[in-house]
């Protein structure tokens, strides 16, 4: 398949099933690392980790529905997923460092809540691009598709 024979839906789509299982984990790590009052490194720490445990978790869901062994699986969830959400995840920690004081706002502020949305979003949008072209080219997410 040649560059451009994936659509932006496609691309987008995957995107969005990414960013299901980052933003769950993303979301949960700065919660309890907020509510821990970790430090803004333990707290992306965290946050990353769980991103990729719940990122992960989600395309694993699917294709041990689909019938595959746990060991196949994982294979399949880390060649479909690990760059989108790392690029997801350095986007959008990124953006959550450069915005003044959203680390340290706590989670009653709408500096918090604010800043982790756009963070979300503009991996997203940064993150479409990324995906149709691995996806073009027969990687990431396209690897997944032979099980849905």
Same mark, same amino acid.
Request: charged content about 10%.
């Given at each position: =398949? ?8 496609? !691309? ?17 790590? =700065? ?9 803004? &490194? !333990?707290?992306?720490?965290?946050? @990353?980790? *769980? ?8 395309? =694993?869901?699917?294709? *041990? ?26 986007i959008d920690n990124s953006v959550m460092i450069a915005v003044p004081g !959203? ?34 080219? &027969?990687?990431?997410?396209?690897? @997944?598709?032979?099980?849905?």
């Amino acid at each position: =398949m040649g560059q451009g024979a994936t659509s932006w839906r496609t !691309a987008a789509q995957a995107t969005l099933h990414c960013l299901t299982g980052c933003a769950i984990g993303e979301i949960l790590g =700065m919660i309890i690392g907020t509510a821990l009052g970790l430090s803004a &490194g !333990a707290t992306i720490a965290l946050a @990353v980790a *769980l991103a990729f445990v719940f990122g992960y978790a989600l395309t =694993m869901r699917g294709v *041990l529905k689909a019938g595959l062994p746990v060991r196949q699986a994982l294979k399949v969830a880390l060649a479909a997923d690990t760059v989108s959400i790392l690029v997801m995840e350095i986007i959008d920690n990124s953006v959550m460092i450069a915005v003044p004081g !959203a680390m340290d706002a706590g989670l009653a502020s709408w500096l918090f809540w604010g800043a982790l949305a756009f963070a979300l979003a503009a991996a997203f949008v940064l993150t479409v691009p990324i995906n149709r072209w691995l996806i073009s080219r &027969g990687k990431g997410h396209a690897v @997944v598709h032979a099980y849905h």
